[in-house]
């Protein structure tokens, strides 16, 4: 394996410029960028999100 490769499991179906949901069909404008510790105040469970974003900011992918 190639230094800085990650490695991905699961299967991309379709190449969008936006999240889509398969089932409705409702797309959503998606922006992706690199997560700082100032966006874990953004990013709670408080907030509705239901992803462990502290532990997303210290795995160091790069």
Known sequence: MVKGTVLL???VDDLTNSI???VSG?????VVAHLTKTDLK???KKQGWNFDWRTELNNDRL
Do not use: G
Request: proline share 7%; hydrophobic share 20%.
């Open 42 to 44: 953004n990013v709670t």
């Open 9 to 11: 499991d699961f299967n």
């Open 20 to 22: 889509r949901n398969t």
């Open 26 to 30: 409702d797309s959503f404008p998606t």
